[in-house]
């Protein structure tokens, strides 16, 4: 028999275990600080691979245009898998927004089994690093300014899933049962166990 992928309500027997919330000023200067370090780390390689002698100063307007349009196209993108996988698991309304210190998609009416909650969890990090880093790597001998483009945007998207990853790691190292539940409302997340 196939596993459910949500329930409606909380079942009896299950207990909260976990919360947090990114829009609280602690936990939200948390995932920006531990961002930073990963975007800091990463940038380091993608310039420590790089003569800067080599970039087009004439293309220095297109390089920046092109990196704010993508970084912009990446936030929608990356929030619009999370939905895309919890649609397809669920079919439930999804709920889309942004905090001060991130951009969201949940499932605020329903709790989620671990297993969707894992996938939606994973499907951003898993789908635009399959083409960030390899479009890195090739611009790296085409274009040193598309190159640093496309490096600062693995960067930023690397740094931002930070909370995903986190999360992800809550689940593959604390939350193991299979009947664990989430409920996901954006910002918010609680884990429920059952007992």
Not at 10 to 34: F, M, Q, R, W
Not at 170 to 184: A, I, V
Request: proline share 3%.
């Amino acid at each position: 028999m196939e596993h459910k992928t949500f329930e409606k309500t909380v079942p009896e027997g299950y207990t909260l275990t976990y919360h947090i919330d990114a829009s609280n000023k602690k936990t939200g200067l948390l995932l920006t600080l531990g961002s930073l370090v990963i975007a800091a780390a990463v940038l380091f390689v993608i310039f420590g691979n790089v003569s800067l002698i080599s970039l087009n100063i004439d293309k220095m307007i297109s390089y920046d245009l092109v990196l704010l349009g993508s970084l912009l196209i990446y936030i929608v993108l990356h929030e619009l898998t999370h939905g895309a996988v919890y649609k397809v698991l669920t079919h439930e309304k999804l709920k889309f927004g942004i905090t001060w210190s991130a951009a969201f998609c949940g499932v605020p009416e329903i709790f989620t089994y671990r297993s969707t909650a894992i996938r939606s969890l994973i499907a951003p990090f898993t789908l635009f690093s399959l083409i960030l880093i390899p479009l890195t790597v090739w611009l790296h001998s085409i274009d040193t300014g598309w190159y640093l483009v496309s490096g600062i945007l693995l960067a930023l998207h690397l740094s931002g899933c930070i909370g995903d990853l986190y999360m992800l790691m809550l689940f593959l190292t604390k939350y193991k049962d299979q009947d664990t539940l989430m409920r996901d409302t954006g910002p918010e997340q609680w884990i429920y166990m059952k007992q």
